[in-house]
């Protein structure tokens, strides 16, 4: 049971780090004028529609 356990941690840990990878891209994409915060926004909710997650606002 314990290494079920420390198998999720880890794969929480893993997810967490791929989101904030992906928001500093998002971000970057924005502050650097490649992307408006439409089109940001438009990610949010196609993420929303798929896993039910509410969006952040952009």
Do not use: C, Y
């Not at 314990?2 to 971000?27: I, P």
């Not at 438009?42 to 969006?55: C, F, L, M, Y």
């Amino acid at each position: 049971m314990k290494t079920n356990a420390q198998e999720h941690s880890d794969e929480r840990a893993e997810l967490h780090f791929l989101a904030a990878l992906l928001e500093e891209l998002m971000r970057a994409l924005h502050t650097n004028g490649l992307m408006t915060r439409d089109e940001l926004q438009a990610i949010e909710n196609a993420v929303h529609d798929r896993t039910g997650v509410s969006p952040r606002a952009w």
